[in-house]
């Protein structure tokens, strides 16, 4: 049995500042497929808590105790979505909240590797988001690409597979350059390019480009792949995750 992290992002959950629940139940029964067809144990590392919230009550999500407070209001909301979506294929579904205090503790780490043992035993599928309603920004990852990686080491995943507004890792940035290509598999990530200039594309969103590639950096220096692929679209992912052949999105491995 493979044990496999899936994250999906804000921009891949929402849509004009409603949830897109149409790629919600994509995701959910590319999930089901997994679980129930390749007998993996997954783990789903889910943004859109801030952007559900904001469903239901405008306020300015740029002070940050109003993204809590949407956050506290959204996340809720979103589980019912995917309860009722699982629900569909008798799977049933539980929810963890964490912050990056969790894994800085080895007891509080164990206390969470312990629970999510006997969640993934019992076939429960576990939900996870960062937890930014009594979070301050010091005890917070910040995005969920990096929760995400730290959860796939710490949970001990096969893999992280990351399904974005991106489909892949190119060579330049496709949406400035006609040219770009992507790169369908990356072995080495260079420091300078951690240094990009940070590219968020979801008014909800906290993360972009770089945060992928330190998240698939931090994995990679602990012999974790992860594979990047598009959210909206979901053929290259079940292609690579139920198929087992890579026709698109770029896989990170270290040699």
């Known amino acids: ?22 790629r919600l139940g994509n995701l959910v029964d590319l999930i089901a497929k997994l679980k129930n067809e390749k007998n993996y144990e997954v783990i789903l590392v889910s943004s859109g808590a801030v952007g559900a919230g904001f469903t239901k009550l405008k306020l300015d999500k740029k002070q940050i105790a109003n993204r809590q407070a949407l956050a506290a209001i959204g996340q809720p909301l979103l589980m ?24 800085d503790s080895r007891k509080r780490t164990k206390n ?14 576990p939900i996870l988001n960062e937890n930014d309603v009594i ?26 597979a990351i399904l974005s507004d991106i489909d892949g890792y190119y060579n330049k940035n496709p949406r400035e350059f006609d040219d770009a290509v992507l790169q369908k598999n990356i072995s080495f990530i260079d420091d300078c390019e951690l240094e990009m200039k940070h590219t968020p594309n979801s008014e909800f969103a906290t993360g972009g480009i770089v945060t992928k ?3 698939a950096k931090f994995l990679m220096n602990n012999n ?22 890579h026709k698109s999105g770029t896989l990170f491995k270290a040699q």
């Open 135 to 160: 979070a301050n920004y010091e005890l917070l990852f910040g995005d969920n690409d990096q929760l995400a990686a730290h959860v796939a080491y710490h949970f001990k995943a096969d893999m992280l």
């Open 112 to 125: 969470a590797q312990n629970v999510m043992e006997i969640l993934l035993s019992n076939n429960i599928l």
């Open 80 to 103: 019912k979505h995917y309860k009722k979506k699982f629900q569909e294929y008798d799977i049933k579904c539980a929810q963890m909240l964490l912050i990056a205090d969790n894994f």
């Open 224 to 245: 974790i792949p992860m594979y990047l692929s598009s959210g909206f679209d979901l053929t290259n992912a079940y292609d690579f995750l139920v198929e087992e052949n």
């Open 213 to 215: 590639l330190k998240a």
């Open 1 to 22: 049995m493979k044990r496999l992290v899936i994250k999906v992002g804000t921009a891949v959950l929402t849509q004009n500042n409603e949830l897109a629940l149409e």
